[in-house]
């Protein structure tokens, strides 16, 4: 097969690498590798298998049907799914207690859109979709979530409700132009401490090990998972999993039926070097969550890794105060030369991956007194269909004088002086303020083309403003591949016997960023839906 070499230029994202070159290496099946030169035929330490744990440190032995390793929401939403089918079912925790972080968890058609009056089109939404995800993702992923969620949600509403809790559907961006606008499907929950949407996932992990462990569920917890044991010198059956406590060393878990990793992201900063490699200053900066102990264990016993690589970052990017959830700020947004660098009508995601081409990852948001009431309506983060909708013009700017106050924002009385407590150049930033403010007389943008009811000039003392120096990295989204059961497949396609993945760690369902515009994709799809499927189908199976 004939290859072909593109020499580019690294932007500012990889500041810190050896050589101010990358390399693009393309085939007959796409885009091989970009981001570090040897990313590819490096060899690192994550891909060798550490030696077999010796039988004679093995202390004890625990048999059930099923093992969950991870109790996230992934992990107990199959764990409980698979008890209540009758299966006798072990869950191994490295975590004190359940983890639960956010709170969005989207699906399609529950029984409260319906009375919300709120409905989907996936046919619609996913082609979008896939159009930002490059057409490189697994759609039929895609589409036994939308057909399943929905009785997925009401089984977890149903569990959430009896334990007292309100469900509600977050609000999202909407976009007059329908290019930004996120689909309403957003499920969480109100109850205890949380009073608004997005935040309530520990309430949910909280509720889903009380019922897993009603159902007859064991749940261990500081228990790590070390190693899974395959038959057949590793290409039989996975037929269980030795893990390690601080008091009681090594025991293996058997699981007659499957082994189920629910072990959530990857930060490890050699797999984050050759399946993210751009997000690798963020990993380092102290992005991502987990190690990625669940992808090297599958890997070690033959799993082949997703085919979309690199793998689809969390990100959250932007700076300055927006007007709607998920919503990069949409007044002048400049690098940290001053210069304005693309149209501010932004989901965060975008705003991120924009962020990430400037200088040293910096960027400044500008505007003056009278944006608050010139940006309305204020939609809260945190708001729900049915809740508060608005939050009033004085609450804004009283947000924006206790930030000043604490230090998170600055406030002049003139652009000069403005640019000098951002630390920006003065001239340059004046000509940048003017130059806008011009678009925002005529109504048009001449640089990058944003509407003309987001063109607010800075204009009106006092001023404002404020810098991010880097997005935030929430996670990095896959690994193992999977079919449609989530079994976990070799690099010949071949569902490896025994072997199932739910949550973060399922490959293929991201490709470039996660966008947003399905906010809770994750946990709805790759957490819930899948959980719950993959645990009422190992309970069924012989």
């Not at 997925?152 to 329908?178: C, F, H, R």
């Not at 962020?355 to 990852?361: L, N, V």
């Not at 013009?393 to 600055?410: F, L, T």
């Not at 929430?474 to 993945?501: F, H, W």
Request: net charge positive.
């Amino acid at each position: 097969m004939n290859k072909k070499t593109i020499r580019i230029t690294r932007r500012s994202f990889m500041k810190g690498a050896a050589s101010g070159v990358g390399i693009l290496t393309t085939t007959g099946s796409g885009w091989a590798h970009y981001g570090l030169d040897s990313a590819q035929s490096k060899a690192y330490s994550f891909e060798t298998p550490p030696p077999p744990i010796p039988a004679g440190e093995i202390k004890q032995k625990i048999a059930a049907e099923v093992i969950v390793i991870g109790a996230g929401t992934s992990g107990l939403v199959c764990a409980n799914a698979a008890a209540e089918k009758g299966a006798k079912v072990v869950v191994l925790a490295s975590s004190s207690g359940p983890v639960g972080r956010g709170g969005s968890n989207h699906a399609f058609n529950s029984k409260l859109m319906r009375k919300l009056g709120l409905t989907s089109n996936p046919a619609a939404e996913f082609r979008k979709e896939m159009m930002c995800h490059s057409f490189r993702v697994d759609q039929d992923k895609w589409w036994l979530w939308a057909r399943k969620s929905g009785e997925a949600m009401d089984w977890l509403m149903d569990k959430m409700e009896a334990a007292g809790y309100q469900s509600v559907i977050e609000m999202g961006n909407t976009d007059p132009e329908g290019i930004m606008t996120m689909h309403p499907g957003s499920h969480s929950w109100l109850g205890k401490d949380i009073t608004t949407a997005g935040r309530s996932q520990q309430l949910v992990v909280n509720t889903l090990a009380e019922s897993a462990q009603a159902h007859g569920v064991q749940i261990y917890y500081n228990t790590t998972a070390m190693q899974l044991v395959r038959e057949g010198k590793n290409i039989g059956r996975v037929r269980a999993v030795i893990a390690k406590t601080p008091d009681d060393g090594y025991c293996i878990y058997e699981g007659r039926k499957a082994i189920v990793l629910a072990t959530g992201d990857f930060k490890d900063e050699e797999m984050v070097e050759k399946y993210c490699p751009w997000m690798l200053p963020l990993v380092k900066a102290g992005g991502g969550i987990y190690r990625g102990d669940g992808h090297k264990m599958g890997l070690w016993v033959g799993a082949a890794w997703q085919r979309t690589q690199p793998n689809a970052p969390i990100l959250l990017g932007g700076v300055g105060p927006g007007t709607q959830p998920y919503r990069a700020f949409t007044g002048l947004v400049v690098n940290k030369n001053a210069e304005r660098y693309g149209n501010e009508d932004n989901l965060r995601s975008f705003a991120g991956v924009a962020q990430m081409r400037q200088p040293e990852s910096t960027i400044f948001a500008v505007w003056d007194s009278a944006y608050a009431e010139r940006a309305t309506p204020w939609t809260p983060i945190g708001s729900y269909y049915g809740g508060p909708a608005e939050v009033p013009v004085q609450a804004v700017v009283a947000g924006w004088e206790e930030n000043v106050k604490v230090g998170a924002m600055v406030k002049a009385d003139t652009p000069d002086e403005l640019a000098k407590r951002l630390g920006l150049p003065v001239a340059p930033l004046k000509a940048t303020v003017e130059r806008y403010n011009g678009f925002c007389k005529t109504g048009t943008d001449e640089d990058f083309g944003k509407r003309p009811g987001l063109l607010i000039p800075v204009e009106r003392a006092p001023f404002y403003g404020e810098i991010s120096r880097s997005p935030w990295l929430l996670n990095i989204s896959g690994g193992l591949r999977t079919n449609i059961k989530m079994q976990v497949l070799d690099k010949n396609e071949q569902a490896i016997p025994g072997l199932y993945a739910v949550g973060t760690i399922v490959g293929d369902l991201y490709s470039n960023i996660y966008t947003f515009l399905e906010p809770g994709h994750n946990l709805g799809a790759a957490c819930v839906t899948f959980g719950y499927l993959v645990g009422k189908d190992i309970a069924k199976s012989q």
